[in-house]
């Protein structure tokens, strides 16, 4: 949930609902509730009630999380709890900042290699502070830029559920994506590189987001390649 003040950028139609009784959240607890089949944390603070997305960053529960908080979208209406929002933050409850770039140079574009949480946050700052080159991202995976720390935390979540931003929101950016692809060659002097797939790219300027690997310590069965044997731990592609 955003604030009364955020709530005012979309123009979506308000939600004012009735999602319990106050008696049900005492003084310094908290509940769950469920809003247009959306989880809601209702959060009694000392007598002042919060409302906020129910979920966290790893989409899971925040009814027995530990909160920092300033959103009051809900109130005490003679016992009922009452919630105030829009259609538009109950469809997404985390929210999405959005440029205002519209058209795009015809330089070279800016290529970004990798497309792990750097580079996502990257191409999407670029974006917000008005960059207007054009941006190529080179990935050798499938998919489009995933939260990769949830498939250790909630391997079962489907695909689409830990991507950072939907095909839409690239779409919308004009950032263009190419997945199952490898940088075999980087040309410096001449602002080139050339991928497995045989194409070649220029670029303006190239941004390597390269992500790391963990050091290897010197121990029995260090050689052993758990990436091979625990797939669902390091690829999308097993959750």
């Given at each position: 949930m955003s604030s009364a003040a955020?709530?005012?950028y979309d123009s979506s139609p308000a939600v004012t609902q009735t999602i319990g009784k106050a008696a049900e959240v005492p003084p310094g607890t908290k509940k769950?509730?469920?809003?247009?089949?959306?989880?809601?944390l209702v959060i009694n603070d000392n007598g002042t009630l919060y409302a906020?997305?129910?979920?966290c960053s790893f989409r899971d529960s925040l009814e027995n999380g530990k909160l920092d908080f300033n959103d009051r979208d809900v109130k005490d209406n003679d016992g009922d709890l009452v919630i105030n929002t829009t259609e538009?933050?109950?469809?997404?409850?985390?929210r999405v900042r959005r440029s205002h770039v519209t058209e795009l140079d015809?330089?070279?574009?800016?290529?970004?290699?990798?497309?792990?949480?750097?580079a996502a946050t990257?191409?999407?700052?670029?974006r917000l502070t008005g960059c207007t080159t054009p941006i190529t991202m080179i990935t050798q995976e499938d998919f489009l830029p995933y939260d990769r720390a949830q498939l250790s935390k909630i391997p079962a979540t489907p695909g689409k559920e830990i991507e950072l931003r939907d095909g839409d929101y690239y779409k919308e950016n004009q950032i263009n994506i190419l997945t199952n692809a490898h940088v075999n060659y980087i040309d410096v002097?001449?602002?080139?590189?050339?991928?497995?797939?045989?194409?070649?790219?220029?670029f303006s300027k190239l941004v390597l987001a390269l992500g790391a690997e963990p050091k290897k310590l010197d121990i029995p069965?260090?050689?052993?390649?758990?990436?091979?044997?625990?797939?669902?731990?390091t690829s999308k592609k097993h959750s």
């Open positions: 955020e709530a005012g769950i509730f469920i809003v247009k089949d959306k989880p809601i906020t997305s129910g979920l538009m933050q109950l469809a997404n409850l985390r015809k330089t070279a574009p800016i290529v970004v290699v990798g497309a792990g949480m750097s990257f191409v999407e700052q670029a002097n001449r602002h080139s590189l050339a991928l497995s797939t045989g194409k070649r790219l220029r069965g260090a050689d052993l390649k758990l990436h091979e044997r625990c797939p669902a731990l």
